[in-house]
């Protein structure tokens, strides 16, 4: 029984060397995502990349502005609710470099009811997750490490209006990239409880 090494590869590093990501390598990571499998040779996908310090900023402060709302609603301290938001802003302004992985609804289909609309989308979302995994699985060819941040897909319109992206472009999934730090140690990565995770029938 063994997984693939450039499945073992992948591991989620939180930590990076200050050297930039190039432009090229980007692209070719993103053309990695886009040979992933979707919903009836769709591509319900755009990707944005982050590379500026400028656009880190923007997206960092708008989603931070949705998460502190969010927060203060439940009820969390404030000086919790800075602790939080501030390290979410010194983990997207710190990393090399973004993907945001966006939803559209080019190329999918459209259904007069709410339960099949909602597979529809589910198969997307599906779709989006595939692309993304292929993008991280890419990336240690690159010398690259990555890790997903969940927090767009709790504030997409946020995520999109901070980088001005076009109004069907909703972001869904984000990757940090970069040069991994060596000093980074991982977690440990719990083996596979197969029993209890499959089942024949
Ligand atoms: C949808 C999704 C959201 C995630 N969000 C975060 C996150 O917000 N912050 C983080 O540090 N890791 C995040 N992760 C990474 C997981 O913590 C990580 O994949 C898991 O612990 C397994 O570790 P490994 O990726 O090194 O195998 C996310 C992973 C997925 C698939």
Redesign the pocket.
């Known amino acids: 029984m063994s997984v693939p090494a450039f499945l073992e590869a992948?591991?989620?590093i939180?930590a990076f060397t200050g050297e930039p990501v190039d432009r090229a390598t980007l692209d070719a990571l993103v053309e990695a995502a886009c040979v992933a499998p979707a919903p009836h040779h769709s591509r319900p996908w755009r990707f944005v990349i982050v590379d500026t310090a400028a656009a880190k900023q923007d997206l960092a402060t708008g989603m931070g502005a949705a998460w502190r709302a969010d927060l203060a609603r439940d009820g969390v301290p404030a000086a919790r609710v800075d602790e939080l938001v501030d390290a979410s802003h010194r983990k997207i302004t710190g990393a090399p470099a973004l993907v945001l992985g966006c939803l559209t609804w080019d190329g999918l289909d459209r259904y007069p009811d709410e339960a099949r609309q909602r597979a529809e989308f589910g198969m997307a979302l599906l779709s989006l997750g595939a692309a993304v995994e292929n993008l991280m699985v890419a990336a240690p060819e690159h010398g690259l490490a990555s890790?997903?941040?969940?927090?767009p897909i709790f504030c997409p319109e946020a995520a999109r209006d901070a980088l001005s992206l076009p109004a069907e472009w909703l972001p869904h999934?984000m990757v940090v990239l970069g040069h991994p730090d060596p000093a980074y140690v991982?977690?440990v990565?719990p083996t596979v409880p197969l029993e209890d995770l499959r089942a024949f029938r």
Do not use: F, H, T
Request: one cysteine or more; aromatic letters at 8%; charged letters at 40%.
């Open positions: 992948r591991r989620s939180r890790c997903w941040v969940a927090a999934a991982g977690r990565r």
